[in-house]
């Protein structure tokens, strides 16, 4: 009974079984970790994008590892988990483009657009002008103004550093720039589009915002250190394979000599 004492808990489960939970567990959060780096690598030439981050909580020992608390691998913790995504948006580099319908904000602030699923929030400023004048995202979403939908004539565009849009020196609207007393409450959507969570943005008003017209936000993604960290991943992504396979091959072991034991 000594050895099989020391492998096994009284309804049968071994502490070799919990060491493959764990190892699996840390091999799970790397696959999820080498998935937000690669999308990350995939947007690092985006207009607007913004980095992801995994955040990972780390669990400390439990008392549940007592014969008389013991309930199977489930009833422990996991080592590390992935409890949600964070978004780092700290500013992107501007790059000059000298598209007049090209607007980047410097420092904090959203444009405002209109979408089937109602208004969502961006930092890319690659806007168009349809044929009727309406000024759009490259995806056709309705760029707001201050008084709702923003229309251009036909004529040289100007846009200052308040957001206000001239048209051959006649104001014709003023982009919406909004900020969020919390950013890590935006929802990402794809196409740099962010959802608000629950809070009311505030507007900014013309002096708090600095539009540079002719400009474009990069992403903020730095690839050199993406990849740096891929390598880390990759890494530790390998050691857990391995701390499975040791385990796997000690439980065998276990199981013969406990086995020959009776």
Same mark, same amino acid.
């Given at each position: 009974m000594g050895l099989e004492r020391e492998w096994a808990f009284h309804d049968g489960r071994t502490v070799l079984d919990y060491g493959i939970y764990l190892a699996a567990s840390g091999f799970l959060g790397q696959q999820k970790r080498l998935e937000i780096?690669? %999308?990350?690598? =995939?947007n690092a030439n985006t207009?607007?994008?913004? =980095?992801?981050?995994?955040?990972?909580?780390?669990?400390?020992?439990?008392?549940a590892t007592r014969e008389q608390d013991w309930e199977g691998p489930a009833s422990l913790p996991t080592p590390m988990v992935t409890p949600y995504v964070a978004t780092d948006f700290s500013q992107g580099p501007l790059t000059q483009t000298g598209n007049p319908l090209h607007v980047a904000l410097v420092d904090e602030g959203f444009f405002e657009v209109q979408t089937p699923l109602g208004l969502r929030y961006t930092r890319t400023g690659d806007f168009t002008r349809t044929a009727d004048g309406s000024l759009v995202t490259q995806t056709g979403h309705p760029v707001m103004g201050e008084g709702g939908p923003i229309t251009l004539t036909e004529g040289e565009i100007t846009i200052d550093r308040s957001g206000s849009l001239l048209v051959d020196e006649n104001e014709q609207g003023r982009l919406r720039v909004v900020v969020f007393p919390d950013n890590s409450h935006l929802v990402k959507e794809g196409d740099s589009l962010?959802?608000?969570?629950?809070?009311?943005?505030?507007?900014?008003?013309?002096?708090?915002?600095?539009?540079?017209?002719?400009?474009?936000?990069?992403s903020?993604? %730095? =690839?050199?250190?993406?990849?740096?960290?891929?390598?880390?991943?990759?890494?530790?992504f390998e050691d857990h394979q391995k701390m499975i396979?040791?385990?796997d091959s000690a439980h065998q072991s276990a199981v013969n000599q406990i086995g020959r034991l009776r």
């Open positions: 780096i690669a %999308n990350n690598l =995939a207009a607007g994008y913004k =980095a992801d981050m995994p955040v990972f909580r780390i669990a400390g020992p439990s008392s962010f959802a608000p969570s629950g809070e009311r943005p505030d507007v900014l008003d013309a002096e708090e915002v600095e539009v540079r017209q002719g400009y474009l936000e990069g903020n993604v %730095n =690839a050199i250190r993406e990849m740096v960290l891929m390598v880390e991943a990759l890494r530790s396979h040791t385990f």
